[in-house]
């Protein structure tokens, strides 16, 4: 059932031309959030849409999410208008095969044959439903925002009057290459291949952007190097933590030895099996660490023979499915936070550790260093891939409550001055204007219509997941 909240789109005074303005100046927006796979439990895209929309409602827009399963979680003022796909990836029996009675039209087939022949369908299949969905409700929206789909469906959506400003988190062919390369047998490789064949259009489709927003200086030199987008079509809006929720609390208790990280799903990408083995290094000298990681914990993969192999399993707890004030409690009570990845588009896991003011030991894989800042400073970094590293990093913080206390105050005090959802949303918008007042592009064929007042300057650019769980870079 469509969830649809009462809208409480708080707006400033009427402005000088009689109408009422948004908290960034300008009249306020209709914006629909497009999100293909919002799991909020799993992944950064589901916490990129909750986020985003209760900032940008807080504005003074109206904010609708068109979403697929798993449906993302959104707060008081943001309407949730369900778009179904077959759900073929749902637990507990992923890569099902839908009954007859399912099937409702030619999509749906196309997503079940795509699967049934070893790829991922939904990007292409979510963008075609949203095409159909936007151009029924012709004049419902100001502006069309996509959450890293990149599906052919989207490249419709200019010609019906609608600017689309789309968000890359980061090219899912990283995690492409990162599992080719971990492939060991010639069939392995294979299957990854076709599973990512969706990658090839969301390169085509991006190209054909008139603007790309991504998340860190490192993500946007990744789009334009794998993806062949232009340059200056990128733009990073940086994300960041919730800072009301993720802030230090004195009332929570240390927990003594404990490591805290995120992980989504047991791939190469996440570098989780590199933290595992240095935590058998740390326990020779503090026998009381232990590990928890947010995220299921695998059935077999490299992880769990890690496990074996080092006899940790009583020394490794999974959870999932928690609240985001368990989460902060559980990152709160830790001496401390780990993302041990080979590569992050941002990481909200390091935004929001550093928030609560848990001290951080970081890789310094893909978009890390911009966001956890200096070793010695707001972190302590390591190479990624370096088990070695990340063991005389985190043995370092394990003993040393002094720099415990510098290393967690610096690095919330970073994130309170560069990474905050209010800024992101006001960044955002100011995209949203740049393309309504920009109108219609020639190469879809359209005729340029402005339909909204001049754009608010836009802010100077900053520096140059798994498909399946919707990690867009938590």
Same mark, same amino acid.
Request: aromatic share 4%; with cysteine.
């Given at each position: ?232 079509? %990128? $733009?990073? &809006?940086?994300?960041? @933590?919730?800072? /009301?929720?993720?802030? =230090? *609390?004195?009332?929570?208790?240390? #927990? ?16 989780? %099996? $590199?933290? &595992?083995?240095?935590? @058998?290094?740390? /326990?020779?000298?503090? =026998? *009381?660490?232990?590990?928890?990681? #947010? ?180």
């Amino acid at each position: 059932m469509t969830a649809e909240a009462v809208h409480d789109t708080a707006v400033r005074a009427d402005g000088p031309t009689g109408g009422p303005l948004a908290e960034d100046g300008g009249r306020p927006l209709r914006i629909a959030l497009l999100s293909y796979k919002g799991n909020p439990f799993c992944g950064g895209q589901g916490v990129y849409v909750r986020h985003l929309s209760r900032e940008l409602v807080r504005l003074g827009h109206q904010v609708e999410v068109i979403g697929a399963q798993p449906y993302p979680v959104l707060d008081e003022g943001v309407t949730l208008t369900e778009l179904p796909s077959l759900d073929l990836y749902r637990q507990p029996d992923p890569f099902r095969t839908p009954r007859r009675e399912e099937f409702r039209d030619w999509i749906d087939l196309l997503e079940v044959a795509t699967m049934w022949t070893g790829g991922f369908p939904e990007p292409l299949t979510f963008s075609l439903r949203a095409r159909r969905h936007l151009a029924a409700r012709h004049g419902a929206f100001d502006v069309v925002h996509d959450n890293q789909t990149l599906g052919y469906g989207l490249l419709g959506l200019e010609r019906i009057g609608l600017p689309l400003v789309t968000t890359v988190h980061h090219p899912i062919t990283v995690d492409r290459r990162l599992e080719l390369d971990a492939a060991v047998t010639r069939r392995r490789r294979a299957s990854v291949r076709r599973w990512y064949g969706f990658t090839r259009m969301q390169g085509r489709v991006a190209r054909r952007l008139p603007s790309v927003l991504t998340v860190s200086g490192s993500s946007r030199r990744e789009i334009t190097d794998h993806l062949g987008v232009r340059d200056d079509r %990128v $733009h990073v &809006v940086h994300i960041g @933590a919730d800072t /009301r929720l993720f802030a =230090p *609390d004195p009332a929570v208790p240390e #927990v003594p030895g404990r490591i805290v990280t995120t992980s989504s799903a047991d791939v190469p990408l996440k570098g989780l %099996v $590199h933290l &595992v083995e240095a935590l @058998a290094e740390v /326990r020779a000298a503090h =026998p *009381d660490a232990h590990l928890v990681v #947010v995220g299921r914990r695998p059935e077999k993969g490299p992880v769990t023979r890690a496990l074996a192999e080092h006899g940790l399993q009583d020394a490794v707890r999974f959870v999932k499915g928690i609240s985001d004030a368990e989460l902060a409690d559980l990152v709160r009570g830790a001496q401390v936070a780990c993302v041990p990845s080979l590569y992050e588009g941002f990481s909200l896991p390091a935004a929001e550790a550093m928030a609560t003011g848990t001290p951080l030991v970081a890789t310094t894989g893909g978009a890390l260093p911009e966001v956890a800042g200096p070793d010695g400073d707001t972190c302590l970094a390591v190479p990624p891939g370096d088990s070695g590293a990340l063991a005389g990093a985190l043995g370092r913080l394990l003993r040393d409550p002094g720099l415990r206390t510098r290393i967690g105050a610096a690095g919330r005090a970073r994130v309170l001055e560069r990474f905050t959802w209010e800024q992101a949303a006001r960044g955002t918008v100011a995209h949203y204007r740049a393309a309504l007042a920009r109108g219609v592009p020639a190469h879809t064929g359209g005729r340029a219509t402005p339909t909204a007042p001049a754009a608010a300057p836009v802010a100077a650019s900053a520096g140059a997941g798994s498909p399946v769980t919707g990690d867009g870079g938590r």
